[in-house]
Every structure is written in C-alpha cells, then in structure tokens.
C-alpha cells in the first residue's frame, strides 16, 4: 500500500526565512510525486509533478525536488502570500490514475 | 477552460434527507475523482472513474453514499439518509490519462444538522 508522510505539521516563518518541507513517501514503482497548494476554503491546487529521482522543478519562490525515498519542496524567502497547506501526493505503479495524499504542511508567513 | 465545476457551493440539511452533490470535470479528462476532507481524516478518496467506469469505491463509507457519471461531462454523489457526520468538504476532481495531475473543484461545504 502507498503511503506518503509529510512533516513538519505546522511551519511558521518571518517574511523572507527561507525553509523547507518534506514528504517521505512508500511506494510500489512510483510513477509521479505531485506537490499541491491548498489555501482555505478552496480546492487543492496544483503545482508541481516530479516523475524521477534527481529531478527538480521551479516556481516563483518555490522549488521542488525528488529523491528514492523524499520529496523536499524549499521556500525562498517566503512572503505572506505563500502561507497555505501544502500537501504532498504519489501515484504507484498500480495504483490506476489514484493518487495517495499526505496530511499536509500548514504553512504561516509572518510579516 | 472553465476548470472542475461543483454545485451547490454549500448545503445544510437536516439529519435524514438526501444529499446530491454535483460535479462538472474538465473537458476530455479520462479521470473523475470524488473526495471528502475534514480537519480530522484529511482528505480522502470516496470513488474514482475512468471514462465513465466506477474503477475503485472502496473509500465509500456506507451504502447510504451512491456516486454516478451518466456521462463524460457529469457526475454526481448522492448521500441517502444524511447524517451529521457526513458533514465535511466535498471535492470532485479530474485528470488525463496521460499526466494523472488532478485539478480540483472549489468544493461544496455540506452541513449535516
């Protein structure tokens, strides 16, 4: 069974304090990692697909990356404006088009 | 494109009555996934569709939760009878077959009294 954890729970960052998130993941043939951005009262939001180990993928002040076993997705120098739940998904090899989602990092930028 | 579409947006009904949920996918998305999330569970997989097909409804809680798709631009979920632990965030999404990357609806709000 795939399984994805993401830590921290809660983050809490200053305006410009650079950080990073983490999504631990099991999984049988992984086929994608998806990283999605949820901000209160609305649907999840895509952002990033990463499909193999080494790769990496950027937005804005946000950057994705992909090992074997986890995915880290860096904040730099966040703003205001980034503070959402950020949550982490797989899809395995027999999973069909269903994705496994992780809890979520709510993350809180002050200024 | 207009993206995933739901209604009604939000929904309070009394313990007993019916519930239908409506869901609009992305135009030629292969895939139909219908989701529930609260602060407790997270979010969780109800039922998912492939071209119209139920491939998987294990995360339907009861048999009081039915889901549909008559065709590829509609699908809807119904609760019958309602009960205030139903209530939650209800969200549909969609997905090609060849990306698998989701794009969720703004949910519907349910309230269960």
């Known amino acids: 069974e795939d399984q994805v954890t993401q830590s921290p729970e809660a983050l809490r960052l200053q305006e410009g304090e650079s950080s990073s998130l983490n999504c631990s993941y099991t999984?049988?043939?992984?086929?994608?990692l998806f990283w999605y951005r949820q901000d209160p009262g609305k649907g999840p939001e895509f952002l990033f697909t990463l499909y193999s180990a080494g790769e990496e993928k950027e937005k804005e002040r946000l950057k994705a990356t992909l090992t074997k076993k986890e995915s880290f997705l860096h904040i730099t120098a966040p703003k205001p404006e980034d503070s959402a739940t950020y949550l982490c998904?797989?899809?395995?090899?027999?999973?069909?088009?269903?994705?496994?989602f992780g809890q979520g990092t709510i993350l809180t930028v002050h200024p | 494109d207009a993206g995933v579409i739901q209604s009604p947006r939000h929904e309070v009904t009394e313990m007993g009555q019916e519930v239908t949920l409506r869901c609009k996918p992305i135009s030629g998305h292969d895939y139909l996934f219908w989701y529930r999330q609260t602060m407790m569970r997270g979010l969780e997989l109800l039922i998912y569709?492939?071209?119209?097909?139920?491939?998987?409804d294990s995360g339907m809680p009861e048999d009081r939760f039915s889901a549909k798709m008559p065709n590829a631009s509609f699908s809807n979920l119904k609760i019958q009878p309602s009960e205030p632990r139903d209530s939650a965030v209800y969200f549909c999404?969609?997905?090609?077959?060849?990306?698998?990357?989701?794009?969720f609806g703004p949910g519907t709000r349910l309230t269960v009294t």
């Open positions: 569709f492939n071209n119209n097909v139920p491939i998987d």
């Open positions: 998904a797989v899809l395995g090899g027999t999973s069909y088009g269903k994705l496994t």
């Open positions: 999984v049988s043939g992984l086929r994608g």
């Open positions: 999404a969609s997905s090609f077959i060849t990306t698998y990357e989701q794009y």
